[in-house]
Every structure is written in structure tokens, then in C-alpha cells.
């Protein structure tokens, strides 16, 4: 029975159980045109999907499509993603420079914000959108600016300066804190989407301060977001200080949009029973349904308790206030008394698990190898699965312990200091990988790719859904920002032995490492989506009988590295000292 033949879970099951990676299934696809079309079932693209990008926002609108075709696309449109970043053929790429060097979310007292430069920029949103705000000449207004990146389209918006405290953005809509004489608070939520003009839809007042901005710690720390955050649904806040040094984390819930599409006036105020302070909270993180809220914390130690250094993430049923459940940041006891670590935390696309990434700021862990792990816990029950993810061997920066991690779950990336690292697989399907309570080869999986994405050096790097933001500061103070797009938009592709004339689907090209495509190098690396500089001539075709080879290649240095190492000499590495192993 040869390969085109099989059914689709078989081949899936090759793609899992043999460890391909994308330029083996983009080297398979270009053999012929019954394996092309075999490797491109929308089932098994779909199969695909929840292997190679289990958290993407595809993988689940995947699950759920009525149409094959649109499976198809959503594959390719997500590889399509990885290739722009990798190789920086952003689809658009926007820049401007500010003469201040603030932080992008970095806050001033009230008195005097906002400050200078002020910004703030939406990743995760298909149109992307910028802010920027700055104090009017009469300094009694600030003129908040919103610009639709895809289009160009700007929002301007003049509010009252005197006791505003706080500007935040989420796909458009931007939350105004004003904090009152009288320590209450006042919210008020625009529309500065297409469309929207800037009106306001929705204002409330609350009895309380607000804590509303971002906590810098020393160099060997993360940072503490304690600014409000919200969705389509709520308000999400850390209220003020009570008489013992506490705080309470409030929500204030939305009700449901009027035929206006204006919110109406009534809400509804709840208030956390979680004991929690500034000085242990370390970010929160809604939900886009409206149903939970993520609280990220630091707690005591149970035999220090002046220690207040293991981790945890609680979920909230943002509809009660009530706390369902607490998802430890699972560490080997060797590091329990690590004070610090980076901590992100999110909620898979299908919103039946949490994701959180960790990573723990000391010489140990990092230089062992690990540079950080992602766990996902169900939200309705269930053990933990671990992935421990490596650091890269080489071209990229050392991971020091003062260094600033970041996970984007959609792609599988991790950023630190100026590098990007990929990792095309978990292996949440590969069965002897297990659920990661003990290391084995399949769960801590190695990197694919690592990159430096622009020329510049980078203080700060964000990447989202479908943008990735970089900021620079020139040595005169100078801040130029650039916001790329990493998302295709459907382009036309020339016409090949595969395609039809005017096809919009996205197309693969191929750069092998045994065959060079015309002006390209050697040392290129696949090419997943479409570029209108690639010619149909540049695709590298791949000999079956090559193929196969070098996959029982594999294999063989796979099964040699194995017997090298036995258990006890694995067991006295530092592995014994990471991750707890007896």
C-alpha cells in the first residue's frame, strides 16, 4: 500500500511518531502530486494543527469549521505566520519615533500623566492598533490617538487631564481611569474601533482607589502588573490599601449590549475573597467569554513563611467572584526557595485549559540547559502536563538570570533580550512523551530555529497573534518603534503545476538543506507562505528515496544517542539537580 493511499490518522501518525517537522512536511509535499494531496486532507491539516500549534486560535476554529477547505487554509495560514517571522517578510511593517524613552506601559503619578511618549500597542488583534497620547497646549486635555494599522485610519479623542491616572487599550476599545479627591474612582470605556469615533459606551463609578499601573523590581526580578485589565464583559481591578497592608481584587461586570451596541449603565461590583497585596500579585489575566479571570501570585513558603516565593495561578469565576481552583507552579524542591521568575499565564483557544508559562531566574536552571517550561492544566479537572523546553545550543544570546522571558503560545515562541526561539512541536499527542512529572527525550523538546528578527538592538520585543512590536532607543534617547505584521493577507500566487489561475491559497516554498533553490543559501530554512519575491522556480524538489533515507537516518542517531547514555549516568547530571529525580 503505498503512502498516498493510507488514511489520514495513519498519516498522521507518521508525522507524530516519526518527529517530522514542518520542512518535512513541506519536503513531502513537493515529491508528487498524489503525496501533495495526501499531506493536504483537510483532516489531516486539521490533525496537524493541534500537533504543530496547539494553541493557536486556528487549531480550534479547526476543530470546529463545516468546510475542509478552510481547514486547509487555516494550516497554511499559521506556517505562513512562523515563516514571515522567522525570515522578517513582514506583510506590513509600520514605524515611528518618539523623542522620550519611556516604557511602553510604565506609568507617572497622576498629577502629571500622561507622561511624554506615552503608548501602547495591540498584538493579539488581526487590525492592530497603536495609541498614543499627549497633553494638548492648554495641559487641562490630553488627545488620545488611535490608529488602525491595517488601514491607517486614526481615532482622535480629548478628555479632561485633571485626575486621570490611567489609559488602557484592548482591540480597540480604550478604558479612562480618573481617580477621584474623594478615593473613589471613576471608569470610562470608548469605542476608537472603525467605525466607533471615539463615543464613549459605558461609565461607572466605584468607591475605591485603583491601583493602575506597572511595578518595577530590582534587576533580578519580573515585573508586577497591577494595572486594571478588561474584555467585552468586565473590569478587572486591585483596589487600595486596607489597614493591614492588603488589598482586595474587585470585578466589575458589563451587562449585555443594548440594540445601541452602547453597555448599558447598570453593573454589577464583586469583590474577591482573596487575601493579596501589591507586593505578591503578579498579574491578571480575563478571559475573552466573560466567564473566568486568571490571578497570578506569589505565596508563602510552608516551612518559610517569611518567604514569599512559590507561585500560582488562581482561576476566578468572573460571574460569582467566587475561586474554583489553584494551579501550583510546579518546581523541583531543589528551587522552592528561588525568589523569583518570570510567570505568564493564558487560556487555550477552546477555553477548556490554562496555559501557563514559567521560568526561574537563577544561574542553575538556565545554565542547566531549561529555559523555561510550559504547563497546561485543564480547567475542569485533571493532572498537569508539563513540557520543559531547551535552551538553543548555539547562535543565540546566553540566558541570564536577570533576563526577561516571554511565551507566545500561539506560534510556540519564546523571547529574551534580543532572540526569538521556535519550537515547532510539545509532543501533547506523542504518548511516550507522558504528562512531564518525569523528563524523558520527548518532553523537553529541543528548539527548531532561533532568530534575531530586526537590526536593531531591542529593549523591548513583543510578539502577539499577528503582529510582533520592537522598540529601540538610539544613543541620543531617541525611540523608534516598529510594529510588523506577521499575518498574510490573501494574495494572489502565480500559477504552477499545483494551482489553478488566481488561486488564493497560500502556496509553500521550500528551501532544503540537501538542495539549494536559485538565490538562496545554503543555510536557509524553510519557507512556509507566500512572498510575492518568491518565483514558483525557487521551490527545491524533493526526491522521495531522499527523503526516506534521511529519516532512518535519524532514527539510527537517535537510537545511537540513546544506548551512549545510560540511566545512571543521565541520572547524575543536572537533570537530578532540576528536576527532582531520585
Known amino acids: 500500500m503505498s503512502l498516498p493511499t493510507l488514511p489520514f490518522n495513519v498519516l498522521a501518525a507518521i508525522v507524530i511518531k516519526g518527529q517530522l517537522q514542518l520542512r518535512d512536511i513541506a519536503s513531502i509535499r513537493h515529491v508528487c502530486r498524489d503525496w501533495n494531496t495526501a499531506f493536504s486532507q483537510p483532516t489531516l491539516c486539521a490533525s496537524l494543527l493541534g500537533h504543530f500549534f496547539p494553541f493557536a486560535q486556528e487549531t480550534y476554529d479547526a476543530t470546529t469549521a463545516t468546510t475542509g477547505k478552510k481547514r486547509y487554509d487555516d494550516f497554511n495560514a499559521v506556517c505562513s505566520r512562523l515563516h514571515r517571522l522567522k525570515t522578517g517578510k ?194 491578571l489575566k480575563p478571559d475573552t467569554s466573560g466567564f473566568h479571570l486568571l490571578i497570578a501570585q506569589k505565596f508563602p513558603h510552608r516551612q518559610f513563611p517569611d518567604h514569599e516565593n512559590l507561585h500560582r495561578v488562581v482561576l476566578v469565576q468572573a460571574t460569582s467572584g467566587k475561586v474554583t481552583r489553584a494551579f501550583n507552579f510546579i518546581v523541583a524542591p531543589y528551587f522552592s526557595l528561588v525568589p523569583e521568575r518570570d510567570m505568564e499565564m493564558f487560556f487555550s483557544p477552546s477555553g477548556d485549559s490554562v496555559i501557563i508559562w514559567g521560568s526561574i531566574r537563577c544561574e542553575e536552571y538556565r545554565g542547566g540547559g531549561i529555559l523555561g517550561q510550559v504547563m497546561i492544566y485543564p480547567i475542569f479537572g485533571g493532572p498537569a502536563t508539563i513540557r520543559y523546553l531547551k535552551t538553543p545550543d548555539k547562535g543565540a544570546d546566553p540566558v541570564e538570570k536577570n533576563i526577561e522571558t516571554r511565551y507566545a503560545p500561539d506560534l510556540g515562541l519564546i523571547s529574551y533580550g534580543h532572540t526569538v526561539v521556535g519550537f515547532e512541536s510539545l509532543n501533547l499527542d506523542f504518548r511516550p512523551a507522558g504528562t512531564g512529572a518525569h523528563i524523558n527525550p520527548f518532553n523537553n523538546p529541543p528548539s527548531a530555529w532561533n532568530t534575531i528578527p530586526t537590526k536593531h538592538p531591542l529593549p523591548t520585543l513583543e510578539i502577539g497573534s499577528h503582529w510582533i512590536y520592537s522598540e529601540s532607543t538610539a544613543s541620543n534617547g531617541d525611540v523608534t518603534i516598529e510594529m510588523m505584521r506577521i499575518a498574510p493577507p490573501p494574495l494572489l500566487i502565480p500559477e504552477n503545476q499545483w494551482t489553478s489561475p488566481n488561486s488564493k491559497r497560500s502556496s509553500w516554498f521550500l528551501n532544503s538543506s540537501t538542495a539549494t533553490a536559485p538565490g538562496s543559501s545554503a543555510a536557509s530554512i524553510l519557507g512556509v507562505g507566500l512572498h510575492p519575491a518568491d518565483a514558483a522556480a525557487q521551490i527545491a524538489q524533493v526526491d522521495a528515496e531522499e527523503l526516506a533515507a534521511r529519516l532512518k537516518m535519524m532514527e539510527r542517531e537517535r537510537a545511537r544517542e540513546t544506548k551512549r547514555k545510560s540511566w545512571e549516568e543521565v541520572k547524575k547530571g543536572w537533570k537530578a539537580k532540576l528536576f527532582g529525580w531520585r
Request: some cysteine.
Open 90 to 283: 513582514w506583510s506590513l511593517n509600520w514605524e515611528v519615533a518618539f523623542p522620550a524613552p519611556p516604557h511602553m506601559d510604565s506609568y507617572a503619578a497622576p498629577e502629571i500623566f500622561p507622561p511624554d511618549g506615552f503608548r501602547l500597542v495591540d498584538t493579539d488583534s488581526d487590525e492592530g492598533y497603536f495609541l498614543t497620547a499627549y497633553a494638548e497646549d492648554n495641559l487641562m486635555s490630553v488627545r488620545i490617538t488611535v490608529r488602525n494599522l491595517i488601514n491607517g485610519q486614526d481615532i482622535h479623542v480629548s478628555i479632561p487631564r485633571e485626575e486621570l491616572s490611567g489609559i488602557y487599550m484592548n482591540r480597540g476599545r480604550v478604558l479612562l481611569v480618573y481617580s477621584r479627591g474623594d478615593n473613589s474612582t471613576m471608569f470610562i470605556l470608548t469605542d476608537c474601533r472603525d467605525g466607533g469615533n471615539g463615543r464613549t459606551l459605558w461609565s461607572a463609578n466605584v468607591n475605591t482607589s485603583v491601583f493602575h499601573g506597572v511595578v518595577e523590581s530590582d534587576s533580578t526580578a519580573g515585573r508586577r502588573r497591577l494595572q486594571p485589565v478588561f474584555n467585552e464583559h468586565y473590569i478587572a481591578f486591585l483596589n487600595s490599601l486596607d489597614n493591614s497592608g492588603g488589598s482586595r481584587i474587585m470585578i466589575m461586570r458589563f451587562h449585555a449590549l443594548t440594540s445601541s451596541n452602547d453597555l448599558s449603565t447598570e453593573t454589577e461590583l464583586l469583590e474577591l475573597q482573596l487575601s493579596i497585596s501589591p507586593a505578591t500579585l503578579i498579574s
